[in-house]
Nanobody, 119 residues
Framework: QVRLVESGGGLVQPGGSLRLSCAAS????????MAWHRQPPGKRRELVAS???????NYPDSVKGRFTVSRDAAKNTVYLQMNSLKPEDTAVYYC?????????????WGQGTQVTVSS
């Protein structure tokens, strides 16, 4: 069993930056894919970034060039660096992990961290 705990959310002004962290209770080396999703108010959850254990990353067009996902296996932590934030990035951000190459579904989810982009 792997427990994921997100941190780093908060209130930021448009154009600002935040770095989210996802700390895993177990080794993320056994996870084939780690990902960040978000759920804006009143909308469905959506993928914002994923990274494989080989370091391959994937982003939707809405965040490409602004968000960067990375993983530190030694610290069992995955990060999401978010730059040039926009009000439409406001959402609860969730970390997820999968023990398979083909996703979804993901096997483990964190509890989420709120990101609010507002002036």
């Amino acid at each position: 069993q792997v427990r994921l705990v997100e941190s780093g959310g908060g209130l930021v002004q448009p154009g600002g930056s935040l770095r989210l962290s996802c700390a895993a209770s177990g080794s993320i080396g056994t996870m084939f894919v780690m990902a960040w999703h978000r759920q804006p108010p009143g909308k469905r959850r959506e993928l914002v970034a994923s990274i494989t254990n080989a370091g391959r990353t994937n982003y939707p067009d809405s965040v490409k060039g602004r968000f960067t996902v990375s993983r530190d296996a030694a610290k069992n932590t995955v990060y999401l660096q978010m730059n040039s934030l926009k009000p439409e990035d406001t959402a609860v951000y969730y970390c997820a992990a999968a023990t398979r190459w083909f996703v979804p579904p993901y096997d483990y989810w964190g509890q989420g961290t709120q990101v609010t982009v507002s002036s």
